[in-house]
Nanobody
């Protein structure tokens, strides 16, 4: 069982930046693909970004492409989401997700592809 703990959320003005972190409990972090999803009030959870276990590939939702960057710090067993040029519509609870390397992810944006989830961190962007 892999535990995920998100941090770094908060209140920021439009145009500002935040960096989210997701710390994992696994000692084999480099064998997990990681993703970020978000859920705004009254909306379904949606895909934000993902990074493959070998960090050879990254994937982004169109709404965040060019503004958000996902990266992994294997030495710290942590995945990051750098969020720049934030907009009020980025306001949501952000969730970290993970999937082991032996499961071949075919739809990076689908929640069903990820086996482990964190509790989420709130990001609020004021206009």
């Amino acid at each position: 069982q892999v535990q995920l703990v998100e941090s770094g959320g908060g209140l920021v003005q439009a145009g500002g930046s935040l960096r989210l972190s997701c710390a994992t409990s696994t000692r084999t972090f480099d064998s997990y693909s990681m993703g970020w999803f978000r859920q705004a009030p009254g909306k379904e959870r949606e895909f934000v970004a993902a990074i493959s276990w070998h960090a050879g590939s990254t994937y982004y939702a169109d709404s965040v492409k060019g503004r958000f960057t996902i990266s992994r710090g294997n030495a710290k067993n942590t995945v990051y989401l750098q969020m720049n040029s934030l907009k009020p519509e980025d306001t949501a609870v952000y969730y970290c997700a993970a999937q082991g390397q032996y499961y071949r992810i075919t739809a990076w944006g689908s929640e069903r592809e990820y086996a482990y989830w964190g509790q989420g961190t709130q990001v609020t962007v004021s206009s």
